[in-house]
Every structure is written in structure tokens, then in C-alpha cells.
């Protein structure tokens, strides 16, 4: 972002010496820097991380030649032996990894706390895994994803615990995670997954850029193409179930990609290839009066909504908000 103009002052110097002389001295006052005004991302309605708003451009080095210099001479960088943190990750031992593959079965202290102690407290991938093997809610796909990262963390892979490269898209909320589970456990259960979240709105009004949410307060947590809902359940301050999921392009290049259905559908992809996979269950075809734009329904599962070109803009799940 430019800041306004500098305006430099001359300021000429005429000494008794030097004018005798006929010189001038001339000295430059920069400007004094202008302060920087930094904004919370989750300040609505313009909702920052949604890529429903403008791109801030960056400035780059120019790369301009510079004539008539002697290039300097060509110096091969110095050999430095490959450290611990550029090895691969160890086959794990017999003992680890039998501790964390009962820990998919259910929270298990005695198994889990030692491997934690391992680890070092300031790590922030923690967290999210030991909430994840410490619920009992906690699906059998997120504890796989909370153990890998913990397997990572300590350095060493083992056989049958590989984390997922993305989340599937389901009626009952995703693979991860179930609609009505606490907000906590199902950002943990995404964020080992996906890594951390782009935006978290932290409680907000109802009536947002997302739409009109049911409930007293709002909380959404996006991440590249995934956006999370969750509502206030009425038991505490901060106490919020997640109610529904929206999956479109926010300008991250996500299109044809990301989060699919288990049948392989994802934004970018054509509606028809939503009719056809969601034929059998009840889909039906039809336009949204209000935006003007196709919609496929799938009763109990999925909204898909395309644009003009019939492909999928995005992709709905759980309990809508309304425009």
C-alpha cells in the first residue's frame, strides 16, 4: 500500500568560507514514516480471507540492469551436511507405534500422555492432536489425522496411520467431523488435516456475509475452499455446535479441487457430473429465483450451485443460511 507523496526540504547552508567559494551544501530531511494501521481479519461485513473482496497487490524488487559494472565472480555456495530436520521421518518403534494405534480405538491417557511428554509444550500442532485422541466424540478418521500428526511431530511414520491430504464432504457434516459436535473438537479435527485455519471470526452476529445463520451468534472458521458454521447452543458463553459447512473458490486457486464428496465431486466440476452421481438418491434440478443461477438439491446431503457456464460454484451441506 503507497503512502502520500514525500516532500523533501533543501535547506542551503550559505557559511562565510564556502560562499567565498561559491558552493552550495545541500541536505535532505526524510519524511517522517507513516504509521501503520493494522485491522482484525474478523471485522464483518467486509469479510477478510473469503476472497470475496479485492487482492492487495505487492510490490516487487525492479529488475532493472546496471551497465558497465564487472559481474562478480562465481562462488559455489559452501557444503552444509543435511541436518535432522531435512531427514525423513524415522520407521517408528514397536512400542510407539502400538501406542498410537490404540489411541485410534479412543482416548487412552496412559498410552497418550508419555508420547506427549516427548514432544516439545510449545509446539502448536499439540493441541489440536491431543484434543482430537482425548475426545471421546472424536471419529475414528480424525483420530487417525490427530495421531499422524503427533507421529510427525515426534519424528518417525507407522504403517496404517498416514494422514488424509484433504476432507470429505458428507450429509452428516465431513469424514472428520459430525454436525452437532462442539466447535473446539471439530476445528482440531480439520486443522489436522488441513493444517490452520485462514480465518476465524471468532462469535459474531447472526446476519453476516454469510447469510441469515440460525441461532443468538455466529462463529465461522474458514480454510481454502472449506468455510465451517457454527451456532450458539444456549449452554454457556462461547459454547457453539457446528451446524453446517459451504465449500467454494475463494481465490486460492482451488478450483476442480479441494474438499470432495465421496463420489469425487467438488467445485470446478461440471453440474451435469452432480446429476448423474446424485441421480439415484432423489437430486433434483432446479433454479434459485432470487440469484438466478442452477441448483442441484440432494435431499438430506448436498446443495450444488452453478454458475452460467454450468459448472459448480459451490457446494452446501447441513442447515443452510438463508440470503
Known amino acids: 500500500m503507497s503512502g502520500p507523496p514525500i516532500r523533501t526540504t533543501l535547506v542551503v547552508a550559505a557559511l562565510a568560507v564556502l560562499a567565498a567559494c561559491g558552493s552550495d551544501a545541500t541536505t535532505t530531511e526524510p519524511a517522517a514514516p507513516e504509521p501503520v494501521v493494522v485491522t482484525s481479519t474478523s471485522e464483518l461485513p467486509s469479510l477478510t480471507g473469503s476472497g470475496r473482496g479485492d487482492d492487495e497487490g505487492t510490490v516487487g524488487a525492479d529488475d532493472g540492469e546496471i551497465t558497465g559494472a564487472t ?116 476445528s482440531s479435527a480439520v486443522t489436522n488435516v488441513l493444517g490452520f485455519p485462514t480465518l476465524d471470526t471468532g462469535p459474531i452476529d447472526p446476519l453476516s456475509a454469510y447469510g441469515t445463520c440460525p441461532g443468538t451468534q455466529l462463529w465461522a472458521i474458514e480454510w481454502p475452499s472449506l468455510v465451517l458454521l457454527f451456532s450458539d447452543d444456549g449452554e454457556g458463553p462461547e459454547s457453539f455446535e457446528f451446524f453446517g459447512w459451504l465449500s467454494f473458490d475463494q481465490g486460492d486457486g482451488a478450483s476442480g479441487g479441494g474438499p470432495e464428496t465421496p463420489e469425487g465431486i467438488s467445485i470446478g466440476d461440471p453440474m451435469a457430473a452432480a446429476a448423474t452421481a446424485y441421480e439415484p438418491l432423489g437430486a433434483e434440478e432446479t433454479v434459485d429465483v432470487v440469484l438466478d443461477v442452477p441448483l442441484i438439491t440432494v435431499p438430506g446431503r448436498y446443495v450444488f450451485v452453478g454458475d452460467g457456464d454450468g459448472v459448480i460454484e459451490s457446494i452446501e451441506g447441513g442447515t443452510p443460511c438463508a440470503e
Open 71 to 186: 559481474p562478480p565472480p562465481t562462488v559455489s555456495p559452501p557444503t552444509v551436511p543435511p541436518t535432522s530436520d531435512d531427514a525423513p521421518p524415522a520407521a517408528g518403534s514397536d512400542e510407539d507405534c502400538g501406542a498410537l494405534t490404540a489411541l485410534l480405538d479412543g482416548p487412552d491417557a496412559g498410552r497418550r500422555d508419555p508420547l506427549a511428554a516427548r514432544i516439545d509444550g510449545a509446539e502448536p500442532e499439540l493441541p489440536d492432536a491431543l484434543r482430537v485422541l482425548s475426545a471421546v466424540a472424536a471419529v475414528r478418521a480424525a483420530r487417525v489425522a490427530g495421531a499422524s500428526r503427533m507421529a510427525g511431530m515426534l519424528g518417525i511414520t507407522c504403517p496404517g496411520i498416514e494422514r488424509a491430504t484433504g476432507v470429505s464432504l458428507l450429509g452428516e457434516g465431513l469424514d472428520v467431523a459430525f454436525f452437532d459436535q462442539d466447535r473446539a473438537l471439530v
